[in-house]
């Protein structure tokens, strides 16, 4: 009997952990208040999540960067938005050159 429910147990398992892995998985999807890429694509003004999300840094970063004032930025309420543009001209006026490969190594 036990050899029977072990492999009905395997069977079971194989059967029901797809169906519950997809339904975490749309659960976490709908409920997510995770940044979407295509969400703010076409938006003039980000917030700081946006911001973190779209520069690849942290969002206590783009903090430090609007206190210390070289990330311009309006407080409108309690949120605090980020011009699109002025994000982009930040980024782009702070490039660094690449360390070639000989000096990695």
Do not use: H
Not at 73 to 91: C, N, P, Q, Y
């Amino acid at each position: 009997m036990s050899s029977a429910n072990s492999s009905l147990s395997e069977v079971l398992t194989d059967i029901i952990k797809p169906i519950v892995e997809e339904a975490v998985r749309q659960a976490l999807n709908t409920n997510s208040r995770e940044v979407r890429p295509g969400a703010f694509a076409d938006k003039a003004f980000v917030n700081i999540k946006q911001a973190a999300y779209i520069s690849g840094l942290g969002s206590s970063t783009i903090r430090l960067y609007i206190r210390n004032r070289q990330i311009p930025a309006l407080k409108v309420g309690s949120r605090v938005l980020i011009k699109r543009t002025d994000l982009e001209a930040f980024l782009e006026s702070n490039r660094i050159r690449a360390i070639p490969d000989k000096f990695l190594t």
